[in-house]
């Protein structure tokens, strides 16, 4: 089966570091491309972040462009899950000298999918200013864009851990406003799924058993990223970039319902909320697919696979 083409727009990032490594590592897909976002971190640091993942994984073949320094509409508010440099207690990265493409990360992309012989999957795990901007700027290249698969939004109030918001769609809501209502066809991975996917002791213990040098860094990294998580959360440390990418691959690995999905962007406490009509209330076509459940084994396994 030929590899599934695949650009990731990320803000590492802990998770989105593995979200790379994943991508990079899996036969099936052929990640021709990254842009980087702010998001967790300021874009200088997500950047350097990422630069220094793609050089460790030895992805270095892989162009990475920079791309918005702040929000559409608002100004940067940062993601906490990630401390201050967006991958602290992550083993000392050296810094990186593989060279950042010179061009924008918005125009880069709309090079990109030009240039691909065939549509491409889009797959942001970080706000989504750098997309929300592509298609308000580059509205032709919508035919080279296969599918988005995001990391964002959370819909279903099952448990205490689902928050009336989530990081990704909160930071930039007039981005997310654009692309829910861009008519591609989008599929959000939210939390309702990727506090599903969370790394704790059984988890540390798998990792653990692989062995290799790779799997020992993703160990480090997880490790704090499960501490702070624990810290604020109280749960481990969930994988949602990594989710994104691997539903990005096999679809199966998620069951989603079609819904009106709409960003509240005047509410008080629902600022940044991600709100799906299910019962066609608003008489408006369904935009998104909401994923509502997740075989969170399936997706363990792909990530161990992806280490060994
Ligand atoms: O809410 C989770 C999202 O926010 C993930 O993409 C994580 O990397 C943070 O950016
Ligand atoms: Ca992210």
Same mark, same amino acid.
């Given at each position: 089966m030929k590899p599934t083409k695949v650009i990731i727009d990320c803000d590492p990032g802990h998770d989105d570091a593995i979200a790379l490594l994943m991508a990079h590592r =899996? $036969?099936?897909? +052929? @990640?021709i491309g990254v842009t980087t976002v702010c998001g967790n971190a300021p874009l200088e640091r997500t950047t350097a972040n990422c630069l220094r993942i793609m050089e460790l994984l030895g992805a270095t073949g892989v162009p990475v462009a920079a791309g918005c320094v702040t929000p559409l509409g608002r100004p940067l508010v940062l993601g906490?899950? +990630?401390g201050p440099s967006g991958l +602290?207690?992550? $083993?000392? @990265?050296? %810094? $990186?000298?593989m060279e950042l493409q010179k061009e924008h990360g918005v125009d880069f992309l709309a090079r990109l999918l030009r240039e691909a012989e065939e549509p491409v999957v889009l797959v942001p795990t970080g706000p989504l200013t750098n997309i929300g901007m592509l298609l308000l700027k580059y509205p032709d290249v919508r035919a080279k864009i296969a599918r988005i698969v995001l990391m964002g939004g959370a819909f279903y109030r099952?448990? %205490?851990?689902?928050?009336? #918001?989530e990081f990704n769609i909160f930071c930039d809501p007039e981005a997310a406003a654009i692309v829910v209502e861009s008519g591609l066809d989008i599929t959000m991975v939210g @939390?309702?799924? #990727? =506090?599903?996917?969370l790394v704790e002791e059984p988890q540390f213990e798998a990792i653990g058993a692989i062995g290799t040098d790779l799997s020992k860094i993703v160990l480090d990294w997880l490790r704090y990223y499960e501490k702070l998580h624990r810290g604020q959360m109280g749960v481990g440390g969930a994988l949602h970039d990594p989710l994104a990418l691997a539903v990005a691959i096999d679809p199966t690995l998620i069951e989603t319902r079609n819904a009106f999905v709409q960003i509240d962007r #005047?509410?008080?406490?629902?600022?940044g909320a991600t709100v799906a009509d299910y019962w066609n209330l608003e008489g408006q076509p369904d935009n998104v697919k909401v994923a509502s459940k997740v075989d969170a084994d399936r997706f363990f396994e792909m990530l161990y696979t992806s280490l060994r």
């Open positions: =899996m $036969p099936e897909v +052929d @990640l906490t899950a +990630d +602290d207690g992550s $083993p000392y @990265l050296p %810094e $990186p000298t099952r448990d %205490e851990y689902i928050t009336p #918001t @939390l309702d799924v #990727t =506090m599903k996917v #005047t509410g008080t406490h629902t600022f």
